[in-house]
């Protein structure tokens, strides 16, 4: 029986047996995971997305933000909140609250922060979401659908992996609390949230270049290099393009990784339980895994990179 018809057709504890029964690891030697249609989560993530696969129904003009972990997720969340919710300066809502809280991401659910999940299923029109779940998992009236448009962040995974180390440590608030070398290992198994990680971009990649007027495909490098091509490119596929420079450039300022860094209310407290804003905004740059990276990790992982990316026509 498909994992939809298990959360249609029998009730909340049935599909929490279900989620029971999936094969789980250790993330860390820390974090319990399960792994369901191939991919690594929280049993409570799971739950919350068996629902939005099974039950959310697109409209024409949604827009779905998407990522693995730490690849430019909240970066990306605040220029198309700008782009999208307006960009007069009374309406500069990114003052207001962290980008995590105009851009939910949906399969987060009720038990990691206080948004209620249900809130998705009815925001007005335009809706303007996120998720970290793979491409196979999405709801089919969103891959089905022409009109609902996707844009997806990839990062370097030597990057992506030192910000996801730094993150989890962040949260326990204890150093080293997952050791390096463990995440490594983790990371090259597949074995972390929403992994495996080259299989996750690689989906998304291949549905690009079959739709790209569907799905947009950004890389991280490519904002930080120049982020005025990529703004503008953002905001063509999203039908609101720039009339003039001069609004080009306060999104630009707006978005800034140093401005939202700067920002009060990106500074201090938690939207996610036990998760401080401030953990969503370190350094951002390229190339930091250099600084922690030992040369045998380094190695193993560029060999695994090349053998997933091999005849894909993506580097990362």
Not at 14 to 40: M, R, T
Not at 70 to 78: D, E, H, I, P, V
Not at 142 to 157: Q, V
Not at 239 to 263: H, I, T, Y
Request: charged share 25%; hydrophobic share 35%; net charge negative.
């Amino acid at each position: 029986m498909s994992c939809d018809k298990e959360l249609t057709l029998h009730n909340e504890g049935d599909i929490e047996k279900f989620i029971e029964q999936l094969p789980s690891a250790l993330f860390g030697d820390k974090i319990e995971l399960c792994q369901w249609e191939g991919v690594w989560c929280w049993p409570t993530t799971i739950k919350a997305a068996m629902k939005f696969k099974a039950t959310f129904k697109t409209d024409p003009n949604d827009v779905l933000l998407a990522s693995a972990m730490k690849t430019g997720t909240t970066w990306l969340k605040a220029i198309c909140v700008c782009i999208m919710r307006g960009n007069k300066e009374e309406e500069d809502l990114l003052i207001k609250d962290i980008p995590h809280f105009h851009v939910p991401t949906i399969e987060i659910g009720n038990s990691f922060t206080n948004i209620p999940i249900d809130h998705l299923y009815t925001m007005p029109s335009p809706r303007l979401f996120h998720t970290h779940l793979p491409y196979r998992v999405l709801p089919d009236s969103i891959k089905n659908s022409d009109n609902c448009k996707i844009i997806y962040i990839a990062r370097n995974p030597m990057d992506t992996l030192i910000s996801m180390w730094h993150f989890f440590n962040n949260m326990k608030r204890v150093e080293n609390f997952f050791p390096l070398e463990k995440v490594v290992e983790c990371f090259c198994n597949g074995v972390h949230p929403y992994g495996p990680f080259f299989e996750h971009v690689l989906e998304y990649w291949e549905e690009s270049k079959q739709r790209p007027q569907k799905i947009l495909f950004l890389k991280y490098e490519d904002l930080k290099i120049d982020p005025k091509k990529e703004v503008e490119k953002i905001a063509l596929f999203l039908g609101k393009p720039f009339g003039n420079e001069e609004d080009l450039e306060k999104v630009l300022w707006r978005c800034s990784l140093e401005r939202l860094k700067s920002l009060e209310v990106n500074k201090s407290g938690s939207l996610l339980t036990n998760v401080p804003n401030s953990s969503f905004f370190r350094k951002g740059v390229v190339g930091d895994w250099k600084n922690y990276l030992t040369p045998e990790m380094e190695e193993k992982l560029e060999k695994i990179t090349s053998m997933k990316l091999q005849g894909s026509g993506l580097e990362l």
